[in-house]
């Protein structure tokens, strides 16, 4: 029969290995030790790739409520403060003159706003995923642009994360995330007839322009005296683009 004392060396020896078999464990799993390179980065990459997309995700979930709202920017220098909202004039009041001066934005520099903003947002997020895991990590190229130019909005991440050392590095491809509702080039051309119609004619009548496109623009308006808030989506859609028409007090 065992003595006490030989039952606590025991169960002391079990202890430890149990700690270095937990510490082995750890040691492949987070920072490679025995496991070739190339195999221990393959083993990172998709991890990294699933926060990479949580961190877009997140960043988009931030501010495209706030774009939309603000017409395309995250600071106006010509604003009205509507419902909580800094929403940039898009047609400017001349004094006497039922016209306003077209002021419209292109749609290349709100492209450029959601892009920088986006970038700067994922930036800080992935910053966490640099442990190393024993490597040097290279993201200085993180890289985001925004492209209106089909239907629905598409975001495209470089993210070139590099992990060099022992011989192996790990680089990932760009990857694009499309926004199914988030139709920006169709909203924009509706914007620029409205301000259009301000800037040449003094007005604008959103009711015949919804019915010459059959429903397909929903157009609302507010007049917070003396200025007109337009807020505008698609049927059936939950993108709401706003911008305003400054008025004469």
């Known amino acids: 029969m065992l003595k006490k004392g030989q039952v606590g060396v025991f169960v002391i020896i079990g202890v430890v290995l149990l700690i270095l078999v937990a510490l082995l464990w750890f040691l492949r799993s987070e920072v490679g030790v ?18 990479l997309r ?4 997140t960043a988009l ?31 400017q009041n001349i004094d006497g003159d039922a016209r306003c001066l077209n002021h419209m934005p292109s749609l290349n520099l709100l492209e450029e706003n959601l892009a920088t903003l ?7 997020c992935v910053g966490e995923t640099k442990g190393g895991f024993g490597y040097d990590v290279s993201d200085a190229s993180l890289t985001v642009s925004v492209d209106s130019s089909e239907e ?28 199914d509702d988030f139709p920006l080039r169709s909203l924009y051309k509706v ?10 004619d003094g007005y604008f009548y959103q009711l015949i322009y919804m019915l010459d496109y ?20 698609m049927k059936d859609s939950d993108f709401s683009f706003w911008f305003a028409v400054e008025g004469e007090a």
Not at 34 to 49: I, T, Y
Not at 67 to 88: D, E, I, K, M, T
Not at 118 to 124: I, P
Not at 160 to 167: A, E, H, I, R, T
Request: proline share 8%.
């Open 34 to 51: 025995g496991v070739p390179p190339l195999d221990f980065l393959a083993s990172k990459e998709e991890p990294l790739r699933e926060h």
């Open 54 to 57: 949580s961190c877009v995700d």
């Open 61 to 91: 979930e931030d501010s495209l409520n706030l774009f939309a709202h603000q017409g395309g920017f995250f600071s106006s220098p010509s604003s009205l403060l509507y419902q909580g909202y800094q929403v940039p004039y898009y047609c």
């Open 118 to 124: 986006l970038q700067e947002k994922v930036q800080e």
């Open 152 to 179: 629905n909005l598409a975001v495209i991440i470089n993210y070139p994360l590099v992990f060099s050392g022992k011989g192996v590095s790990l680089e990932f491809d760009p990857f694009h995330v499309s926004l």
């Open 191 to 200: 914007s620029n007839d409205i301000v259009n119609g301000h800037a040449r």
């Open 214 to 233: 059959k429903g397909l623009y929903e157009i609302h308006v507010d007049k917070p005296f003396p200025h007109i808030v337009y807020k505008l989506n």
